[in-house]
């Protein structure tokens, strides 16, 4: 399959399983798909600036990224659709809900780095994503913690993707000025 078609069934796949949950923008009533576009459109322009870069895996894990946590989609479900590489990626980037909240975020990352280089973008790409301007009503605290959070991912994601890394270093810099 081409990356076009592989995006194509992706992102049809992973916008029914969101819109099954009525799941919208934080703050905003946009389908949780343009999320997850967003991701993508992050993906598809550090394809064109990394090397050794599987594109079309990487597409995949950015279009699918929040379907473990957020749908009722399963692990077996997702790896008869896209293959284990693909769930196993999906999975890493997956917030443990048995853990306490201060942990979540931690565990997640290690486990990210176990996964290849793809998945690391697709979480530096995610949170690129997400340092836009913050939902209306997110406290001083909230965002101040958001960007402290962001450091941390840009720290222990080091050496995953140079472009994605000076993306949201960038981002980081510019967050809440
Ligand atoms: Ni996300």
Redesign the pocket.
């Known amino acids: 399959m081409t990356l076009q078609d592989i995006y194509q069934k992706t992102i049809k796949f992973a916008a029914q399983k969101h819109t099954d949950k009525n799941q919208t923008i934080p703050g905003s009533n946009l389908p949780y798909v343009v999320?997850?576009s967003n991701?993508a459109m992050e993906i598809l322009i550090a394809i064109e600036k990394s090397e050794n870069f599987d594109g079309k895996f990487a597409v995949q894990v950015a279009l699918l990224?929040?379907t473990l946590e957020d749908t009722d989609i399963t692990f077996k479900e997702l790896e008869n659709e896209f293959g284990k590489p693909v769930a196993d990626a999906v999975l890493a980037l997956t917030k443990n809900s048995d853990l306490e909240k201060d942990q979540k975020m931690m565990d997640s990352l290690q486990r990210i780095k176990q996964q290849p280089k793809e998945v690391w973008a697709v979480k530096l790409a995610?949170r690129i994503?997400?340092l836009q301007r913050p939902p209306h009503f997110w406290t001083a605290e909230k965002i101040k913690k958001y960007k402290e959070e962001a450091i941390i991912i840009l720290e222990e994601l080091r050496g995953g993707n140079e472009y994605l890394e000076d993306r949201l270093k960038k981002k980081i810099q510019e967050y809440n000025n």
């Open positions: 999320h997850l991701v990224h929040d995610d994503t997400n």
